[in-house]
Antibody, heavy 118, light 109 residues
Framework: VQLVESGGGLAQPGGSLRLSCAAT????????MTWVRQAPGKGPEYVSG???????SYGGSVKGRFTISRDTSTNTLYLQMNSLRVEDTATYYC?????????????WGQGAQVTVSS | EIVLTQSPGTLSLSSGERATLSCRAS???????LAWYQQRPGQSPRLLIY???TRATGIPDRFSGSGSGTDFTLTVSRLEPEDSAVYFC??????????FGQGTNVEIK
């Protein structure tokens, strides 16, 4: 299993970024996938998840601003981040769910740094 | 939101000693949907324990988890130098679906 994030960088408050996560080594179609972020010195924070049926969920602080999606033809997970705020600054991890019905993160990418600053 | 509070904040022990980490939930964790992760400096988190007490694939048996309801424990029976890391607990249920504790830093003297 390998998860490789890309698309991080510097954005201004109110700006947008799109993160991608290329997944290999497992049957991408069969597993829920998530985005989890971590600010320096803090515990991880759930950002968003997408089920095998395309159903989505979001953490409270990003609802209405971020959109998760997946492309099963390319085994890629996305996170579209709009209306970015300074407090969105963090390392964003793509994480695979252990199995449907087992809500734990068993594989994580190396992380993509997102910095929101003017 | 289910808040997870971990204690102690920092644990400083010697190799070979036993480490006991606590995770307390503000409400009962349904179906014992509780996991523990290890995060070494500069690395991504690694799943150690899920379902409160099941070791993840490849995790040594000196790591064990216990507890139910609102009180959970991670025990490392014989610390090794590579166990120096921050340990997080995580639960599933409610809104948001997943929450994490703030972490316990384990230092090996």
């Amino acid at each position: 299993v390998q998860l490789v994030e890309s698309g991080g960088g510097l954005a201004q408050p109110g700006g947008s970024l799109r993160l991608s996560c290329a997944a290999t080594g497992f049957s991408f179609n069969f597993y829920p996938m998530t985005w989890v972020r971590q600010a320096p010195g803090k515990g991880p924070e759930y950002v968003s998840g997408i089920g095998t049926d395309g159903s989505t969920s979001y953490g409270g602080s990003v609802k209405g601003r971020f959109t998760i999606s997946r492309d099963t033809s390319t085994n890629t997970l996305y996170l579209q981040m709009n209306s970015l705020r300074v407090e969105d600054t963090a390392t964003y991890y793509c994480a695979k769910i252990l199995a449907p019905g087992s809500p734990y993160f068993d594989y994580w990418g190396q992380g993509a740094q997102v910095t929101v600053s003017s | 939101e289910i808040v997870l509070t971990q204690s102690p904040g920092t644990l400083s022990l010697s190799s070979g000693e036993r480490a006991t980490l606590s995770c307390r939930a503000s409400q009962s964790v349904s179906n014992n949907y509780l996991a523990w992760y290890q995060q070494r400096p500069g690395q991504s988190p690694r799943l150690l324990i899920y379902g409160a007490s099941t070791r993840a694939t490849g995790i040594p048996d000196r790591f064990s988890g216990s507890g139910s309801g609102t009180d959970f424990t991670l025990t490392v029976s014989r610390l090794e130098p590579e166990d120096s890391a921050v340990y997080f607990c995580q639960q599933y249920g409610g809104s948001p679906l997943y929450t994490f504790g703030q972490g316990t830093n384990v230092e090996i003297k």
